[in-house]
């Protein structure tokens, strides 16, 4: 797998790198700002690239900006955004950004190698990476009142599956993290589809994408 | 003593006038007596205008003084006037009402429109020290009043970019670090435990910084503007929002928090007191003003003085803006503000 970076700070661009090679992740080079991140994308040919939201010179929302650009001249381009804040904005820009596996994880996140590592391969293989106040944020707009609406006939362990499907995890994983077996998880799953009246299909991703396209619907 | 001396003397000045009133009652009095005995046509009135005459000029002149300094002299002369026209016009009734009435009104009339028009000319022309003084004072106010209002907006950004660069990102590079040994003690479990714990430490103060930054400004809002921002409340909000917005460059930043604010604060209160209603956002650049109008079509009667709209009012009028709330019962609610934005 091949990796870029495009982050201004140092110590985060250094500790990345550092954190990803690792776990056997090769980072094949480094960008500082926007228009750096074009030049590595266009010479490198990575499978993801790893953006910070905030880049020099505007530090606004610069990376987001470039890495759509990125991605619309490299279709299929995993790009992981890092930022710390969740701007439901940026993530929608994000998931409409066509072909290529779509990441949007808090910085802190970084901090849960596991659970970031993850997320990397995922998004490097096409997959989805939502981090969990993403999805909040998504389910809130889905959902304001919290009683309203579809979401309303799910049972809570339902909505905590449906929860970690559009963060984008596998059933293994979603098992994992309920303690739970995956016959179970699998059990929960046609459930919630077929509560949503939302086309039933053995694929992970294509479910997740399912999912997160019931909740931006709202 | 000053004050004692100046009391008595008008304790004295009133007493003559009572003693002035009192005898010209009595007079009015005793001539008309005196009339009705002896018949005749009725003159008393000729000696009751004679008495009334002191008075009139008395009130005339003291409203006249009240007036400020630089229209004394018209205040005067009008007051004057009116009085001499009164005479006369009781003069021109008691006479048989002819014509030449006419002419002393006139001439009145044409002096005091002559004063005013050159007492008018003149403050044009040269406003008095204490107007000149006031103006003054108002200019450096207002001036320095949005310039500390700027500074505030421009300060606040900076910490929030600096909590961002600083604080926030060595928090991240420190729960990093933790998580990169974490990982590495996999074989002693009670270890990994204390770092994990630790790491949690870190999450929650960088998501404390995080709330910090975000009350400062939304990232949109500091990102891409008013109407991006405005945009991304319609789409979050419970109720079915349309935004419309004529503005077609980025204002000042303590404007754009002040204007985001309005509407985030209408639509959340839309939200809450008028369920399923559908609301209206309006954002217009009118030469100079920028016009806020969050509008819905709920229950209505929101009561103005209401915390958060007494909250924002006071965030508008700092900036020398308006804002107005209509809430008739049953027709629903619209906020309306105004910011200069030069």
């Known amino acids: ?218 | 003593m000053l004050d004692n001396d100046d009391t008595e003397r008008a304790i004295q000045w009133r007493g003559v006038r009572s003693v002035w009133s009192a005898l010209a009652m009595l007079a009015a009095i005793v001539v008309t007596i005196v009339w009705a005995a002896t018949g005749g046509a009725f003159w008393p009135v000729w000696v009751w205008l004679g008495l009334a005459v002191p008075f009139m000029f008395r009130a005339a002149l003291r409203s006249a003084r009240s007036a400020p300094r630089r229209w004394r002299a018209l205040a005067v002369q009008s007051a004057l006037s009116g009085v001499v026209a009164v005479i006369l016009i009781v003069v021109w009734a008691l006479t048989g009402a002819g014509f030449w009435l006419f002419w002393p009104l006139f001439g009145l009339g044409v002096a005091l429109a002559f004063h005013g028009l050159i007492v008018g000319m003149w403050s044009q022309l040269r406003p008095g020290p204490r107007e000149q003084a006031l103006e003054q004072r108002v200019d450096v106010l207002t001036r320095t009043r949005r310039g500390a209002l700027d500074v505030q907006a421009a300060e606040l950004r900076r910490i929030e970019r600096d909590l961002h660069d600083g604080a926030q990102a060595r928090l991240v590079a420190l729960s990093m670090q933790i998580g990169r040994a974490e990982d590495r003690l996999e074989d002693r479990p009670e270890l990994a435990e204390l770092l994990r714990s630790a790491r949690a430490e870190a999450s929650a103060a960088i998501g404390e910084l995080r709330d910090l930054a975000r009350g400062i400004a939304p990232p949109v809002l500091a990102d891409r503007g008013l109407v991006a921002a405005v945009d991304a409340l319609g789409k979050r909000s419970a109720l079915e929002v349309t935004v419309e917005a004529q503005v077609a460059r980025r204002l000042p930043p303590v404007i754009e928090s002040a204007a985001y604010f309005v509407v985030a604060e209408s639509l959340t209160n839309a939200a809450k007191h008028a369920r399923g209603a559908r609301a209206r956002v309006r954002l217009a650049d009118r030469g100079g003003r920028l016009v806020i109008v969050v509008s819905d079509d709920g229950p209505g009667g929101a009561v103005p003085t209401g915390g958060g709209l007494t909250g924002l009012r006071r965030r508008v009028e700092a900036l020398d803006g308006s804002l107005e709330v209509r809430s008739p019962a049953g027709a629903g609610t619209t906020i309306r503000a105004e910011l200069p934005c030069e």
């Not at chain 1, 250094?14 to 926007?34: H, K, P, S, Y």
């Not at chain 1, 470039?66 to 381009?77: D, N």
């Open chain 1, 1 to 218: 797998m091949r990796v870029v970076i495009a982050e201004d700070q140092a110590l985060l661009r250094e500790g990345i790198t550092a954190l990803l090679r690792e776990q056997d992740i090769d980072v094949v080079a480094q960008a500082e700002d926007g228009p750096g991140l074009l030049r590595i994308v266009a010479g490198h040919k990575p499978d993801l690239a790893i953006v910070d939201v905030r880049l020099p010179p505007t530090f606004t929302d610069e990376g987001v900006r470039a890495a759509l650009e990125a991605r619309a001249r490299m279709p299929g381009l995993g790009v992981l955004i890092l930022s710390q804040y969740v701007e439901p904005v940026y993530t929608a820009e994000l998931l409409e950004s066509g072909e290529g596996g779509i990441g949007y994880l808090l910085k802190e996140r970084v901090g849960d190698v596991r659970a970031f590592v993850g997320a990397v391969q995922r998004v490097a293989a096409g997959g989805t990476a939502l981090d969990r106040e993403v999805v909040a944020e998504l389910v809130r707009s889905r959902d304001p009142g919290g009683e309203d609406g579809a979401l309303s006939a799910l049972t809570p362990r339902e909505r905590e599956v449906l929860g970690l499907m559009a963060e984008g995890r596998t059933n293994t994983a979603i098992a994992r993290a309920l303690v739970v077996t995956p016959g179970a998880v699998a059990k929960h799953i046609s459930n919630i589809f077929a509560k949503l009246d939302l086309p039933a299909t053995d694929e992970d991703h294509r479910r997740v994408l399912a999912v997160l396209a019931f909740l931006r619907a709202g």
